[in-house]
């Protein structure tokens, strides 16, 4: 079975500032890791995937996440926040084969302030 | 734009009764899934249909079901209302099977069961 850890229901930062989300996994095969952000009233949209090509992913708008097999950690990171980031970002495990469907973690909302 | 339209966006029903809510995806993606997120929860997954037949459930009653069609629409129903269905409802639908296939998101229906 598979389950997604997100530490953090809230995190608030100031624009410009370092943005860091964290993301624990735990999966019996190796996974497939997936980062989606959702604005107010809005569906998920894709920000970055890890599928074992490399392990710093780069996604859209300057996200990164890297893949730390030994910490089972996928965190997501922001060298510089601005107030469009502002949203809540789901972090969510799929397995490599079969019928694989995702996983969500809780989700952290992230706050940003002039 | 992920190419997956949902309908309606918002509904409201009374609870003992049955909603059908659409989805429309991208040509090509024959891999569909339904999902619920409750609020301030992440998407928990309800089904999953590849080529019109349902090759995977999620934790969800019999009263959730659906179908696949082929011009890549598909539908959830869901019979006897409850208070707790009240949820965001999202479909998202992919090209093939694979664990590291994207998967794209609609914007979801909101439904309310008052």
């Known amino acids: 079975a598979q389950s997604v850890t997100q530490l953090g229901s809230h995190v608030s930062v100031s624009e410009g500032a370092l943005v860091l989300l964290r993301c624990n996994y735990s999966s019996s095969v190796p996974p497939y890791l997936f980062w989606y952000v959702q604005y107010p009233n809005q569906g998920l949209q894709l920000l970055l995937k890890?599928?074992?090509?490399?392990?710093l992913v780069k996604g859209i708008n300057g996200f990164e996440a890297e893949f730390k097999k030994s910490e089972t950690s996928f965190h997501l990171t922001k060298p510089s926040a601005h107030m469009s980031d502002a949203a809540e970002y789901f972090c969510?495990?799929?397995?490599?084969?079969?019928?694989?469907?995702?996983?969500f973690g809780k989700g952290t909302m992230l706050l940003v302030s002039p | 734009e992920t190419g997956v339209t949902q309908s309606p966006t918002h509904l409201i029903k009374t609870r003992g009764q049955q909603v059908t809510l659409r989805c429309s995806s991208q040509?090509?993606?024959?891999?569909v899934s339904w999902y619920q997120q409750a609020l301030g929860q992440g998407p928990q997954f309800i089904f999953q249909?590849?080529?019109?037949?349902?090759?995977g459930r999620g934790n969800f009653p019999p009263r959730f079901s659906g179908l696949q069609f082929p011009n890549y629409s598909s539908e959830l129903n869901v019979n006897a209302l409850e208070l707790d269905d009240s949820a965001l409802y999202l479909c998202?639908?992919?090209?093939?099977?694979?664990?590291?296939?994207?998967?794209?998101f609609g914007e979801g229906s909101w439904l309310t069961v008052v």
């Open positions: 040509s090509g993606h024959n891999t």
């Open positions: 998202a639908s992919r090209d093939g099977q694979g664990g590291g296939n994207t998967i794209y």
């Open positions: 969510a495990v799929s397995e490599w084969s079969g019928y694989s469907t995702l996983t």
């Open positions: 249909y590849y080529r019109e037949e349902e090759n």
């Open positions: 890890y599928t074992s090509a490399a392990t």
